[in-house]
Protein backbone atom coordinates (compact mmCIF):
# COMPACT_ATOMS: atom_id res chain seq x y z
CA UNK A 1 0.00 0.00 0.00
CA UNK A 2 1.09 3.43 -1.27
CA UNK A 3 1.69 5.57 2.19
CA UNK A 4 1.22 9.75 1.31
CA UNK A 5 2.27 11.55 3.49
CA UNK A 6 1.84 15.55 3.45
CA UNK A 7 3.29 17.88 5.76
CA UNK A 8 3.25 20.50 7.79
CA UNK A 9 0.22 19.02 9.95
CA UNK A 10 -0.85 22.19 10.71
CA UNK A 11 -0.16 25.61 8.84
CA UNK A 12 -1.32 28.93 9.95
CA UNK A 13 -1.53 31.81 7.71
CA UNK A 14 -3.40 35.10 7.23
CA UNK A 15 -5.88 36.11 4.49
CA UNK A 16 -3.64 37.06 1.70
CA UNK A 17 -0.81 35.08 2.34
CA UNK A 18 0.57 32.42 -0.07
CA UNK A 19 0.18 28.25 1.36
CA UNK A 20 2.34 25.75 0.46
CA UNK A 21 1.28 22.12 0.90
CA UNK A 22 3.12 18.81 0.36
CA UNK A 23 2.22 15.31 -0.42
CA UNK A 24 4.85 12.61 -0.27
CA UNK A 25 4.66 9.33 -1.36
CA UNK A 26 6.24 5.92 -0.23
CA UNK A 27 7.07 5.14 -4.20
CA UNK A 28 5.83 6.95 -7.32
CA UNK A 29 2.38 7.71 -8.32
CA UNK A 30 3.26 9.21 -11.77
CA UNK A 31 0.84 11.77 -11.62
CA UNK A 32 -2.02 10.13 -10.23
CA UNK A 33 -2.35 12.33 -7.55
CA UNK A 34 -5.56 14.96 -6.45
CA UNK A 35 -6.08 17.33 -3.95
CA UNK A 36 -9.20 17.93 -1.94
CA UNK A 37 -10.22 20.55 0.22
CA UNK A 38 -12.18 19.23 3.33
CA UNK A 39 -14.32 21.58 5.88
CA UNK A 40 -16.35 20.60 8.74
CA UNK A 41 -19.39 18.77 7.84
CA UNK A 42 -19.14 18.89 4.48
CA UNK A 43 -18.38 15.99 2.01
CA UNK A 44 -14.61 16.88 0.69
CA UNK A 45 -14.45 18.97 -2.77
CA UNK A 46 -12.18 17.71 -5.65
CA UNK A 47 -9.99 20.90 -6.12
CA UNK A 48 -6.49 18.98 -8.54
CA UNK A 49 -6.54 16.43 -10.43
CA UNK A 50 -3.90 14.42 -12.33
CA UNK A 51 -1.36 16.15 -9.87
CA UNK A 52 -1.85 19.68 -11.67
CA UNK A 53 -4.84 20.33 -13.03
CA UNK A 54 -8.21 22.64 -11.48
CA UNK A 55 -11.37 21.30 -11.25
CA UNK A 56 -14.14 22.29 -12.01
CA UNK A 57 -15.62 25.55 -10.84
CA UNK A 58 -11.72 25.82 -8.48
CA UNK A 59 -10.32 29.37 -9.18
CA UNK A 60 -6.90 30.03 -10.19
CA UNK A 61 -5.22 30.99 -7.25
CA UNK A 62 -5.34 27.14 -6.81
CA UNK A 63 -2.38 25.41 -8.61
CA UNK A 64 -0.39 21.73 -8.45
CA UNK A 65 2.90 20.62 -9.32
CA UNK A 66 5.12 18.11 -9.13
CA UNK A 67 4.84 13.88 -10.10
CA UNK A 68 6.40 10.88 -9.07
CA UNK A 69 6.82 10.81 -5.13
CA UNK A 70 6.67 15.04 -4.34
CA UNK A 71 3.84 17.03 -4.81
CA UNK A 72 2.94 20.95 -3.83
CA UNK A 73 -0.82 22.26 -4.01
CA UNK A 74 -0.40 25.78 -3.97
CA UNK A 75 -2.64 28.56 -3.20
CA UNK A 76 -1.53 32.06 -3.95
CA UNK A 77 -3.40 34.34 -2.03
CA UNK A 78 -5.79 32.99 0.65
CA UNK A 79 -9.17 33.86 0.69
CA UNK A 80 -11.27 33.13 4.13
CA UNK A 81 -13.05 30.56 2.49
CA UNK A 82 -9.88 28.45 2.15
CA UNK A 83 -9.28 27.20 5.52
CA UNK A 84 -10.11 23.80 5.71
CA UNK A 85 -8.61 20.50 5.91
CA UNK A 86 -6.80 19.25 2.65
CA UNK A 87 -5.92 16.12 1.70
CA UNK A 88 -4.40 13.92 -1.26
CA UNK A 89 -5.06 11.41 -2.81
CA UNK A 90 -3.03 8.87 -5.22
CA UNK A 91 -5.05 6.57 -7.34
CA UNK A 92 -2.38 5.04 -9.46
CA UNK A 93 -1.71 2.01 -7.04
CA UNK A 94 -4.88 -0.09 -5.35
CA UNK A 95 -5.74 0.59 -2.86
CA UNK A 96 -6.19 4.33 -3.13
CA UNK A 97 -4.76 6.61 -0.47
CA UNK A 98 -5.12 9.70 1.13
CA UNK A 99 -2.43 11.27 3.09
CA UNK A 100 -3.56 12.40 6.65
CA UNK A 101 -4.33 15.81 6.24
CA UNK A 102 -2.86 19.15 6.32
CA UNK A 103 -4.79 22.00 8.83
CA UNK A 104 -4.77 25.16 7.14
CA UNK A 105 -5.88 27.36 9.66
CA UNK A 106 -6.25 31.50 10.05
CA UNK A 107 -3.39 33.17 12.27
CA UNK B 1 -27.57 17.46 -10.95
CA UNK B 2 -25.71 14.26 -9.60
CA UNK B 3 -26.95 13.50 -5.94
CA UNK B 4 -25.84 11.12 -3.67
CA UNK B 5 -27.65 10.04 -0.35
CA UNK B 6 -26.42 7.66 2.14
CA UNK B 7 -29.13 5.94 4.68
CA UNK B 8 -28.78 3.32 6.72
CA UNK B 9 -28.52 2.60 10.68
CA UNK B 10 -26.55 5.01 12.37
CA UNK B 11 -26.00 2.50 15.57
CA UNK B 12 -24.88 -0.87 14.68
CA UNK B 13 -23.37 -3.47 17.89
CA UNK B 14 -19.87 -5.02 18.20
CA UNK B 15 -19.46 -8.11 15.78
CA UNK B 16 -23.01 -7.09 13.77
CA UNK B 17 -23.23 -6.58 10.52
CA UNK B 18 -22.77 -2.67 9.22
CA UNK B 19 -25.14 -1.90 5.92
CA UNK B 20 -25.30 1.07 4.26
CA UNK B 21 -26.74 1.67 1.03
CA UNK B 22 -26.27 4.68 -1.53
CA UNK B 23 -29.21 6.49 -3.30
CA UNK B 24 -28.40 8.22 -6.46
CA UNK B 25 -30.27 10.90 -8.41
CA UNK B 26 -29.67 12.85 -11.51
CA UNK B 27 -27.39 10.14 -12.84
CA UNK B 28 -27.26 6.59 -14.04
CA UNK B 29 -24.93 3.71 -12.06
CA UNK B 30 -23.89 2.45 -15.78
CA UNK B 31 -20.30 3.71 -16.80
CA UNK B 32 -19.33 5.02 -13.08
CA UNK B 33 -17.38 3.74 -10.60
CA UNK B 34 -18.91 3.86 -7.04
CA UNK B 35 -17.37 3.76 -3.86
CA UNK B 36 -17.61 4.20 0.01
CA UNK B 37 -15.08 6.20 1.42
CA UNK B 38 -14.65 6.42 5.63
CA UNK B 39 -13.27 8.90 7.85
CA UNK B 40 -13.02 7.90 12.15
CA UNK B 41 -13.49 10.33 14.09
CA UNK B 42 -10.23 12.29 14.17
CA UNK B 43 -8.68 10.91 11.71
CA UNK B 44 -7.90 10.79 7.74
CA UNK B 45 -10.11 9.49 5.11
CA UNK B 46 -9.98 5.47 3.83
CA UNK B 47 -11.31 4.08 0.47
CA UNK B 48 -13.26 0.81 1.54
CA UNK B 49 -14.24 -0.10 -1.79
CA UNK B 50 -15.99 0.31 -5.25
CA UNK B 51 -18.38 -1.62 -7.46
CA UNK B 52 -18.77 -0.71 -11.08
CA UNK B 53 -20.14 -2.56 -14.41
CA UNK B 54 -23.19 -3.59 -12.93
CA UNK B 55 -21.37 -5.38 -10.08
CA UNK B 56 -17.90 -5.96 -10.23
CA UNK B 57 -16.13 -4.82 -7.36
CA UNK B 58 -12.40 -3.98 -6.14
CA UNK B 59 -12.03 -3.81 -2.62
CA UNK B 60 -9.39 -2.48 -0.08
CA UNK B 61 -7.39 -5.30 1.28
CA UNK B 62 -7.92 -4.16 4.66
CA UNK B 63 -11.25 -4.64 4.65
CA UNK B 64 -11.38 -7.73 1.87
CA UNK B 65 -12.77 -10.71 4.49
CA UNK B 66 -15.72 -8.88 5.65
CA UNK B 67 -16.79 -6.31 3.15
CA UNK B 68 -19.48 -6.88 0.10
CA UNK B 69 -20.56 -4.26 -2.17
CA UNK B 70 -23.25 -4.81 -4.48
CA UNK B 71 -25.43 -2.52 -6.71
CA UNK B 72 -29.38 -1.98 -7.83
CA UNK B 73 -29.18 -0.55 -11.12
CA UNK B 74 -32.90 -0.52 -11.43
CA UNK B 75 -33.23 1.30 -8.13
CA UNK B 76 -29.98 3.29 -9.00
CA UNK B 77 -28.45 2.83 -5.85
CA UNK B 78 -25.42 0.95 -4.15
CA UNK B 79 -24.83 -0.93 -0.87
CA UNK B 80 -21.76 -1.72 1.69
CA UNK B 81 -22.32 -4.65 4.31
CA UNK B 82 -18.87 -4.68 6.53
CA UNK B 83 -19.77 -7.63 8.73
CA UNK B 84 -18.57 -8.23 12.27
CA UNK B 85 -17.67 -4.41 13.04
CA UNK B 86 -15.79 -3.38 16.09
CA UNK B 87 -15.54 0.19 17.87
CA UNK B 88 -12.41 0.94 14.76
CA UNK B 89 -15.51 1.02 12.59
CA UNK B 90 -16.92 3.89 13.93
CA UNK B 91 -16.76 6.50 11.33
CA UNK B 92 -18.27 8.61 8.94
CA UNK B 93 -19.46 7.03 5.81
CA UNK B 94 -19.50 8.44 2.57
CA UNK B 95 -20.45 7.28 -0.96
CA UNK B 96 -19.06 8.91 -3.87
CA UNK B 97 -18.88 8.85 -7.67
CA UNK B 98 -15.90 8.67 -10.20
CA UNK B 99 -15.68 8.82 -13.80
CA UNK B 100 -13.86 9.72 -16.85
CA UNK B 101 -15.38 13.09 -16.66
CA UNK B 102 -12.94 13.57 -13.25
CA UNK B 103 -10.26 11.52 -14.47
CA UNK B 104 -11.14 8.57 -12.11
CA UNK B 105 -10.90 10.93 -9.36
CA UNK B 106 -14.01 11.16 -6.45
CA UNK B 107 -16.07 14.17 -8.05
CA UNK B 108 -19.53 13.86 -6.24
CA UNK B 109 -20.15 13.06 -3.06
CA UNK B 110 -23.07 11.85 -0.35
CA UNK B 111 -22.78 14.40 2.35
CA UNK B 112 -21.84 11.46 5.06
CA UNK B 113 -23.59 9.30 7.50
CA UNK B 114 -21.87 8.90 11.05
CA UNK B 115 -22.46 5.26 11.72
CA UNK B 116 -21.43 4.22 15.92
CA UNK B 117 -20.18 0.64 16.38
CA UNK B 118 -21.16 0.40 20.49
CA UNK B 119 -23.32 -2.00 22.46
Known amino acids: EIVLTQSPATLSLSPGERATLSCGAS??????LAWYQHKPGQAPRLVIYDASNRATGIPARFSGSGSGTDFTLTISSLEPEDFAVYYCLQRSHWPHTFGQGTRLDIK | QVQLQESGPGLVKPSETLSLTCTVSGASLTGYFWSWIRQPPGKGLEWIGY???????DYNPSFKSRLTMSMATSKNQFSLELSSVTAADTAVYYC?????????????WGQGTLVTVSS
Open chain 1, 27 to 32: QSVSSY
Open chain 2, 51 to 57: VYNGGST
Open chain 2, 96 to 108: VRSGDDSRGYPNY
